[in-house]
């Protein structure tokens, strides 16, 4: 007996179809979402500055170390100290090479135009760096599980 979970193929989430159903095999969690291991964690969000990106409090977001941010994503990093999920929002635009990331993983507010941490909820400003300030990069998120609450509903 397999101890991992089974895929049931797909479900529409529109009308249902008359697609036959079938068994896929077992899925892998790791398999699906670790892509890297030894640079990969896992990580519970408090808050909702990002709930206008899928990201809710009490989801459970998966982190990469390895992969080097660009413009728009969405990053773990520390601001003085504090610990945010935020977008990156790079001034020039490109990936986050010479505007500010330290080989150690480590930002500073560099230049070209700035670096700007942004949340995906009106309710939050935007992190401006400024002059002096210290950013922490800790890795990208590359996934968000996201649990329904019992008892809740969405709609």
Not at 39 to 45: D, E, G, L, P, W
Not at 119 to 126: E, F, I, V, W
Not at 127 to 133: M, N, P
Request: one cysteine or more; hydrophobic letters at 35%; a positive charge.
């Amino acid at each position: 007996m397999s101890t991992k979970a089974k895929v049931s193929g797909s479900v529409v989430a529109g009308f249902p179809s008359p697609a036959e159903q079938y068994l896929e095999p077992p899925l892998d969690l790791n398999e699906l979402l670790v892509k890297r291991p030894a640079a990969t964690y896992f990580v519970r969000v408090q808050g909702d500055s990002m709930s206008g990106a899928g990201i809710s409090d009490g989801d459970l977001l998966v982190v990469d170390r390895s992969l080097r941010p660009a413009d728009g994503d969405v990053i773990i990093a520390s601001v003085d100290g504090d610990f945010t999920v935020k977008t990156l929002r790079l001034g020039n635009g490109e990936r986050g090479t010479g505007n500010g990331m330290r080989g150690n993983g480590e930002w500073g507010t560099g230049k070209g135009g700035g670096i700007r941490l942004v949340a995906a909820n009106p309710k939050y400003p935007d992190i401006v760096l400024k002059s002096g300030q210290e950013l922490d990069y800790f890795g990208m998120v590359t996934a968000c599980i996201h649990q329904f609450k019992k008892g809740k509903r969405n709609g």
